[in-house]
């Protein structure tokens, strides 16, 4: 393909931090950006030259966003397809919406790497009573039920420890679809953030090892304290999976570390991902200008590791008691704030993260939970003086 060249347009769907952070890295190499989604005074349309609050189903507002255009990409998978069929009609759209199908839908994903011989946990294909209880007595106690569509961050995901939880659960389904997968007792979790070009080109982030809270990303750390067979064994598997499915972009594989030492695939992204955060700030090339080289046919960047960090999410939970005390965590002089513009703080949204650079990966995590803990120590403080 050409080359699309800084000064042109680059549209994204979606509107919310990955967006913004795009958009930031795109502004700041001389592109335009413009954004679509259902809402107003988003975190993309803060940074977006132009920003068009339509619903993705309006297929009309869809190509006039895509006219505007010399590239689509996604800051988030769950787009329905109609829209990007319609984006695509008129402007290339990277990753493509074939991408897109398979990764928003646990299903399709799973039945997509299973076939293709890659690691996944053991899965069973639910949509009724009888099929759960069925696929139960196949995968055992405890299993995983998730919906197959539209879950995140530990939405949509029920535990089953017992035939007792199963049927609870089997009266709920609703008729919808769903996948239970076997439980996974794992070591770590981990993930490869990576890009991809249209000619095959490939660049990796390393092995990022990542702590969840809650079903949701608490703590990222690169480089991820794992043997070296292991990490090499995690970034052939991305890259595969990248080629099976000739993305044109950023995608991020999830990984669970067995205490087998095993690789198993969670999830794909195929878009920047929390985990890669960090790059912002610790890389030569952060994921998001990854991104915007890939889908406008820029040769991409080094990935060289500047210096180990760790990234720590700031949750709505922070402002519970009012605006957290933003100059406690900045007197930390390695640690870099990132806010996301969004105005209004409930429990467990992504409100902003931490990024902190040591000399150490295990020194950054401590100083990125050190510097996190004081944007409400000063409040626990001021209480017990009371």
């Not at 993705?56 to 988030?76: C, I, M, N, P, Q």
């Not at 249209?198 to 608490?218: P, Q, T």
């Not at 090499?232 to 993305?247: G, P, S």
Request: aromatic fraction near 6%; charged fraction near 25%.
């Amino acid at each position: 393909m050409s080359a699309i060249l800084p000064g042109a347009t680059v549209g994204v769907l979606g509107s919310g931090q990955l967006g913004r952070m795009f958009a930031i890295a795109a502004r700041r190499m001389g592109y335009r950006v413009h954004t679509l989604s259902p809402l107003a005074d988003t975190p993309t349309g803060q940074i977006s030259d132009r920003e068009y609050q339509r619903p993705y189903e309006d297929l009309d507002a869809v190509a006039e966003f895509a006219r505007g255009v010399s590239v689509v990409t996604f800051e988030f998978e769950n787009v329905p397809a109609e829209a990007v069929e319609a984006a695509a009609q008129l402007v290339p759209v990277r990753p493509s919406g074939e991408v897109l199908y398979t990764a928003q839908n646990r299903l399709r994903e799973k039945n997509f790497l299973s076939r293709r011989g890659f690691p996944v946990t053991r899965f069973r294909h639910v949509n009724s009573e009888e099929s759960l209880r069925a696929a139960t007595e196949e995968i055992g106690y405890p299993a995983v039920l998730k919906t197959a569509s539209s879950g995140y961050d530990g939405k949509g995901q029920t535990r089953l420890d017992s035939a007792e939880d199963m049927e609870q659960r089997a009266a709920t389904l609703g008729g919808r679809e769903w996948i239970l997968e076997a439980f996974v007792d794992f070591e770590r979790e981990v993930s490869v953030v990576a890009a991809r070009a249209e000619a095959g080109e490939f660049k990796h982030y390393g092995v990022i090892e990542n702590a969840h809270r809650r079903h949701i990303l608490d703590l990222s750390v690169a480089p991820a304290h794992v043997a070296e067979a292991t990490a090499r064994e995690a970034v052939e598997i991305a890259r595969a999976v990248m080629e099976a499915l000739d993305v044109v972009g950023v995608m991020c594989v999830e990984f669970f570390l067995t205490r087998e030492g095993r690789l198993l695939i969670n999830e794909l992204a195929p878009r920047p991902h929390n985990s890669g955060h960090f790059t912002f700030d610790a890389c030569a090339t952060s994921q998001f200008e990854q991104q915007l080289r890939a889908v406008c046919g820029l040769p991409l960047g080094s990935t060289e590791l500047l210096r180990p960090a760790a990234m720590a999410n700031l949750l709505g939970d922070l402002w519970h008691e009012g605006e957290p005390d933003w100059r406690a965590a900045l007197t930390f002089p390695a640690v870099k704030l990132h806010l996301y513009g969004k105005s209004e703080a409930r429990p467990a949204r992504k409100m902003g993260h931490l990024t902190a650079l040591a000399a150490s990966a295990e020194e950054a995590a401590r100083t990125a939970l050190a510097a996190r803990d004081a944007l409400t120590r000063s409040r626990a403080s001021g209480r017990g003086n009371l």
